[in-house]
């Protein structure tokens, strides 16, 4: 009997082994609450996750080659805002990188949450074509162009206020076709 009780004991501790291993695949390799690790290289400023862009540093905020936090709220293109990429491969891009794609009368996601006042890798996908933008003045200085089928990523700080704050293409006539989303804050 206690040789049996034995072998029910290394069974089920099989089960939840392989159990643990299937959930970490099917999850992306996290667990319930964390966050997924950030991919790039390593500089002295932080992590850049792609190459021509500011970094991410070790307290998860986007800084400059300078290690200066840049300015979401500032002047779009100026010296003080964040740095996007040039075109880059969507399907090279870390799980890390927070993924929109303009679609037929749309984006997708249309909505995507992240954490107040931390880096976010942003990119996006023109399907006709896109100008994107926020709304909001908070995120001022974050937007990029894309031709159809581009993909440019642009790394920034989220507002430090959480909330919802509206994305949308700002070609002429697009924003009232459907082409607005929003970033949550939390």
Same mark, same amino acid.
């Given at each position: 009997?206690?040789?049996?009780?034995?072998?029910?004991?290394?069974?089920?501790?099989?089960?939840? &082994?392989?159990?643990? &291993?299937?959930?970490? !695949? @099917? #999850?992306?390799?996290?667990?319930?609450? @964390?966050?997924?690790?950030?991919?790039? !290289?390593? @500089? =002295?400023?932080?992590?850049? !996750? &792609?190459?021509?862009?500011?970094?991410?540093?070790?307290?998860?905020?986007?800084?400059?080659?300078?290690?200066?936090?840049?300015?979401?709220? %500032?002047?779009?293109?100026?010296?003080?805002?964040?740095?996007?990429? %040039?075109?880059?491969?969507?399907? %090279?891009?870390?799980?890390?990188? +927070?993924?929109?794609?303009?679609?037929?009368?749309?984006?997708?996601?249309?909505?995507?949450? +992240?954490?107040?006042?931390?880096? +976010?890798?942003? #990119? +996006?996908?023109?399907?006709?074509?896109? #100008?994107?933008?926020?709304?909001?003045?908070?995120?001022?200085?974050?937007?990029?162009?894309?031709?159809?089928?581009? @993909?440019? !990523? &642009?790394?920034?700080?989220?507002?430090?206020?959480?909330? =919802?704050?509206?994305?949308?293409?700002?070609?002429?006539?697009?924003? #009232?076709?459907?082409?607005?989303?929003?970033?949550?804050?939390?």
């Amino acid at each position: 009997m206690e040789g049996q009780n034995k072998n029910i004991i290394w069974i089920a501790g099989g089960i939840i &082994v392989a159990a643990a &291993v299937v959930y970490l !695949v @099917t #999850s992306g390799g996290t667990l319930p609450g @964390t966050t997924p690790e950030i991919e790039g !290289v390593k @500089t =002295e400023q932080g992590t850049v !996750v &792609v190459p021509g862009t500011d970094a991410i540093s070790e307290e998860g905020v986007v800084v400059n080659q300078e290690g200066v936090e840049v300015k979401s709220d %500032a002047a779009y293109g100026s010296a003080e805002a964040p740095k996007q990429s %040039a075109l880059v491969d969507k399907e %090279a891009l870390p799980d890390s990188v +927070v993924k929109v794609e303009q679609i037929e009368g749309g984006f997708s996601p249309s909505e995507f949450t +992240v954490k107040a006042g931390r880096g +976010v890798v942003l #990119s +996006v996908t023109g399907g006709s074509g896109c #100008s994107f933008r926020f709304m909001d003045p908070a995120l001022n200085a974050v937007g990029m162009g894309v031709g159809p089928g581009e @993909t440019r !990523v &642009v790394p920034f700080n989220a507002p430090e206020k959480e909330g =919802e704050y509206k994305f949308f293409c700002d070609v002429p006539g697009y924003e #009232s076709r459907g082409w607005i989303g929003k970033m949550i804050v939390e």
